[in-house]
C-alpha cells in the first residue's frame, strides 16, 4: 500500500531530557496540527530531528522506539551538525536572504554550506530507508533545499513534493547567495512547489529561469524532460480548535481576569517570535507615536505585547531584545500615569488557553512583519472572535494580507500611518467591525488546514498524471522502432522538417546557423532512398535555404518563410501569388522603435515578413518588451490583414495567408502518401501538425504543450531518429 513521508526539519513533537530520561510532548505548531491527520493514517511517516541531541547509541534506540509508536523517525544531529546546518547556513544565510536582510545578517561561510549539504545528505538517506515505489513525499522548509533532488535521484519515479514555509526572495536576493544554482537544482527535484503567495511563486520561477538553463510558461517549469509546477498555495489553520477554546472553563477564567484587569481600555494585542523580520522596533516607535501624537489615547489604549524567546543566545537576537527591553522601558517611564501602564510586555511564551482568552478579549491584533512568508496569529485572533467583533491590522508585507483582505491593511515602516490605524481600529464602530469580521472568518474557515494539505496533495497527483502523460508522448526506445518499423514496411513517403531548434541548434547570431557536414550527410542518407521525398520547412529567408541546400547540395523540396516562398524538388523559387509587402512601411516604425529601446534586438526582413529577434537581449527584458510589442501590434496587424507569431526569442509578423500548413499541404495535394512525418519546435510548426492526416507522425523538439502526438528534447535526437530510420530502410548488407 503506498504511504505519505512528511519530512522536515523538526518532528512534531517536543523532546525533553530530565534526570537522564526523554519524555515525548506534542508540538502546538500549525504544520504540526495541519499534517497530523496524515502521518497518523496507515502507514504513513514523519521523518525529522526530534530537537534535541542524542550521543549514546542505547538512548538512541529507545528514544526511536518511542517515536516509532507515534509513526515518527528521528534524524539524529550532532551539536557540530546543528550548529553549523541550521544555526549556520539556515538561519545565517537562508533565513536573512529570504526575508530581505541580506546585507546586514547574512554570513556566507564555507563550512556552513558543507555541513548544509552533509545533513541533507543525512535526511536523504532517512527517506531512501524508507520510501517505496509509489509512495508520496512531502518537504517542507528551507532547511532542506537540496533534499528533493537527492531523493529525486535515488528513486527518479518518485512523486515529490516541497512546500517553502518563508517568503521566496527577488532574484536580485536570491542572486547574491554563492550556492544559489545547487539550492535551485535541490528545489527543482520535487514535482510540485508550493509557496504562501502568488509573489513568492512568481520570485521562483524569475529566479530559476535566469539561474539555470530552465524553460517556464506560466506556472510551469521544464527542466530536461520533467514538467515542474509552482504554485500558491496558503497555508491556514485549525479554525474549530481555536474557535471552540472560548467556551473551555480555563479560557473563560482568563478572560475574565483580563477584562478585571484592562477594565474599559482598548486592548491592542500583539504575539510574534523574537525575530529582526516581525518589525517589533518599529511597531514601538509607531505606538509611541500614537502617544505623543494622540494624548487623547492616552490611559484609554493599552498595548499588550508579548515576544516569544528565539535564539536569544545569537548575538543578533540578543542585541534585539535588549533593544526592545530599552525602547519599552523609555516609552514606558515617559508615559506612565499611577493608574495606566502603556505596554505590558512579556518575554515567554503563553499557554493556549491564555492565548486565546487574549485573542477573545483584544479590541485589536496588531501583526506588522517586515516580511513574513503567512503568519499565523493573524488567523488565529480571527478564528477565535466568535463574537464577529474585533479589528485585525496587518502588515502588507505579511503573506496573510493577500487573503485576509478587510483586515486593515498597512506598511510596517509607516509610522504615521500604523498610529492612526491603531486609532482607526481602536474607535472602529461595532457594525463595521463585524461586517469585516464576518468576511475575515469565512475566508478563514474554509480555507484552513486541512482544505491547505487537501489541495497541496491533489494537485500534486494532478502534476504526476500531466508528466505521465508527456512521458507516453516521449520518442523512447519502444516508440522510435515502433516508428522504424512503420518506415520501413512504406514505400511513398514525405518528411517535413524544420530547420531552427529542429535541425540545429539555436545561436546568438541567425547567419551561424549553417548546416554542418554531418546534417549534409543525413539529407543525403535521406534522399538516397527514392521511397523518400524531403521537404525542409523554414521561416528562413528563400536566399538562405537556396544557398543551404540548393543546386549541388540537397536533393529536396523546399518551403521558406513559413510558405511564402516554395521550390520542388528539381524546379524554381516561386512565392505564394497575391501578396502585398506595402504594409512593412507602417509595421516597421513600431519594430524600430522597441529595438532602440532594447539593448541587443534587431530586424530581420523578409519578403513578406518582419521578424524581431530578441535572443540577445537581457534575460526576461526581452520576453517583458516582446508581450509589449504583441499588445502594440495587435489591432495594426488585425486591420491590415496580418498575423503575429511568437517564436523562440522572436516575434514575427507575417500575411495571414501565409501559412506553413496550407503550404506543407500543397505538396502532398492528392498523392497518396503511406507514410507522412514532420518534426518541428515552434509556435509555427503547430499549423503542418494540425494540418496533417491523423495518421502522420508528427514530432516536437522540446516538450511544451503541443499539437504534435511525440515530441523529443533535442536536434541531437532528432538527427539521430532520422538516421536511425535510414539505416532501417537500407539492406543489411550496404551497411556493413
Not at 19 to 24: A, I, S, V
Not at 504 to 523: C, G, K, M, R, T
Request: glycine share 6%; charged share 25%.
Amino acid at each position: 500500500m503506498p504511504k505519505t513521508i512528511i519530512v522536515s526539519n523538526r518532528l512534531p513533537v517536543k523532546l525533553t531530557e530530565t534526570d537522564g530520561q526523554f519524555k515525548l510532548a506534542p508540538s502546538e505548531g500549525g504544520l504540526a496540527t495541519g499534517l497530523g491527520s496524515i502521518y497518523k493514517q496507515g502507514d504513513n511517516i514523519w521523518i525529522g530531528w526530534p530537537g534535541h541531541e542524542v550521543a549514546d547509541d542505547d538512548v538512541k534506540k529507545k528514544v526511536t522506539a518511542q517515536l516509532n509508536e507515534q509513526s515518527l523517525l528521528p534524524v539524529f544531529l550532532t551539536q557540530e551538525e546543528v550548529s553549523q546546518y541550521y544555526e549556520g547556513f539556515s538561519n545565517e544565510v537562508l533565513w536573512p536572504v529570504f526575508h530581505y536582510y541580506a546585507s546586514t545578517y547574512a554570513n556566507y561561510q564555507q563550512s556552513n554550506w558543507d555541513f548544509y549539504k552533509r545533513v541533507n545528505q543525512k535526511f536523504k538517506d532517512e527517506v531512501i530507508a524508507h520510501a517505496e515505489p509509489g509512495d508520496t513525499i512531502w518537504i517542507h522548509d528551507y532547511q532542506l533545499l537540496l533534499l528533493p533532488d537527492l531523493v529525486r535521484h535515488e528513486i527518479p519515479d518518485i512523486s515529490i513534493g516541497f512546500f517553502l514555509h518563508i517568503p521566496f526572495p527577488s532574484y536580485e536576493m536570491f542572486r547574491l547567495i554563492p550556492w544559489r544554482a545547487e539550492l535551485m537544482n535541490g528545489i527543482l527535484g520535487a514535482d510540485l512547489i508550493g509557496f504562501h503567495t502568488y509573489d513568492d511563486t512568481r520570485h521562483f520561477i524569475n529566479a530559476a529561469t535566469r539561474i539555470l538553463p530552465v524553460n517556464s510558461s506560466a506556472n510551469i517549469i521544464t527542466k530536461g524532460d520533467r514538467t515542474i509546477v509552482a504554485e500558491a498555495f496558503p497555508i491556514g489553520i485549525d479554525d474549530k480548535k481555536y474557535t471552540s477554546l472560548p467556551s473551555e472553563p480555563e479560557v473563560k477564567k482568563n478572560i475574565r481576569l483580563i477584562k478585571d484587569t484592562f477594565g474599559k481600555q482598548k486592548l491592542v494585542l500583539s504575539v510574534d517570535r523574537l525575530d529582526y523580520s516581525k518589525g517589533i522596533l518599529q511597531r514601538l516607535q509607531a505606538f509611541e507615536y500614537l502617544l505623543e501624537h494622540y494624548p487623547e489615547a492616552k490611559e484609554k489604549i493599552t498595548f499588550y505585547m508579548i515576544v516569544v524567546p528565539s535564539r536569544d543566545t545569537v548575538p543578533q537576537y540578543a542585541h534585539l531584545r535588549e533593544q526592545i527591553d530599552k525602547q519599552v522601558g523609555n516609552i514606558n517611564a515617559t508615559h506612565r500615569t499611577m493608574e495606566w501602564t502603556p505596554i505590558h510586555y512579556f518575554y515567554r511564551s503563553f499557554p493556549l488557553e491564555m492565548l486565546s482568552a487574549l485573542y477573545t478579549t483584544a479590541d485589536v491584533c496588531l501583526i506588522t512583519p517586515m516580511r513574513d512568508g503567512m503568519n499565523l496569529v493573524s488567523k488565529e485572533y480571527i478564528a477565535s472572535r466568535i463574537n464577529n467583533d474585533g479589528v485585525l491590522i496587518l502588515s502588507e508585507m505579511a503573506g496573510a494580507s493577500k487573503e485576509l483582505i478587510d483586515a486593515l491593511i498597512v506598511n510596517p515602516n509607516n509610522t504615521e500611518e500604523v498610529a492612526k490605524t491603531i486609532i482607526k481600529a481602536a474607535y472602529m464602530p461595532l457594525d463595521e467591525q463585524r461586517t469585516r469580521m464576518k468576511q475575515m472568518r469565512q475566508v478563514v474557515a474554509k480555507f484552513n488546514v486541512s482544505h491547505w494539505v487537501k489541495v497541496f496533495m491533489d494537485k500534486l497527483t494532478e502534476v504526476k498524471q500531466l508528466q505521465r502523460s508527456m512521458q507516453t508522448r516521449y520518442v523512447a526506445y519502444g516508440t522510435e522502432q515502433s516508428i522504424i518499423n512503420r518506415y520501413s514496411k512504406t514505400n511513398k513517403r514525405i518528411i517535413f522538417l524544420d530547420y531552427d531548434g529542429t535541425l540545429v541548434d539555436f545561436v546568438s547570431n541567425i547567419e551561424q546557423a549553417h548546416p554542418d557536414e554531418e546534417l549534409y550527410a543525413l539529407f543525403e542518407q535521406l534522399t538516397d532512398d527514392p521511397d523518400n521525398r524531403v521537404v525542409l520547412v523554414s521561416g528562413r529567408r528563400h536566399e538562405h535555404l537556396e544557398k543551404w541546400f540548393g543546386k549541388g547540395k540537397g536533393d529536396i523540396d523546399m518551403i521558406a518563410e513559413h510558405g511564402a516562398w516554395i521550390k520542388r524538388k528539381g524546379a524554381s523559387w516561386h512565392r505564394l501569388p497575391g501578396l502585398s509587402a506595402r504594409w512593412k512601411e507602417d509595421i516597421r516604425p513600431v519594430l524600430e522603435t522597441f529595438v532602440d529601446r532594447t539593448p541587443g534586438t534587431f530586424i530581420e526582413e523578409k519578403s513578406f515578413s518582419l521578424v524581431w529577434h530578441y535572443r540577445k537581449a537581457q534575460k526576461g527584458l526581452g520576453e517583458l518588451r516582446a508581450g509589449e510589442l504583441m499588445n502594440n501590434l495587435k489591432y495594426l496587424a488585425t486591420d491590415k490583414g496580418l498575423q503575429l507569431l511568437p517564436g523562440n526569442k522572436v516575434v514575427e509578423v507575417k500575411n495571414v495567408e501565409i501559412n506553413k500548413g496550407r503550404a506543407a499541404m500543397m505538396l502532398i495535394d492528392n498523392t497518396e502518401y503511406d507514410f507522412i512525418m514532420a518534426l518541428g519546435d515552434d509556435y509555427t510548426d503547430e499549423d503542418i501538425f494540425r494540418a496533417l492526416p491523423e495518421s502522420a507522425i508528427t514530432i516536437k523538439i522540446g516538450n511544451n504543450v503541443s499539437a504534435a502526438k511525440f515530441y523529443l528534447r533535442t536536434p541531437q535526437e532528432a538527427r539521430k531518429l532520422l538516421k536511425n530510420m535510414t539505416e532501417a530502410g537500407v539492406p543489411a548488407q550496404l551497411t556493413k
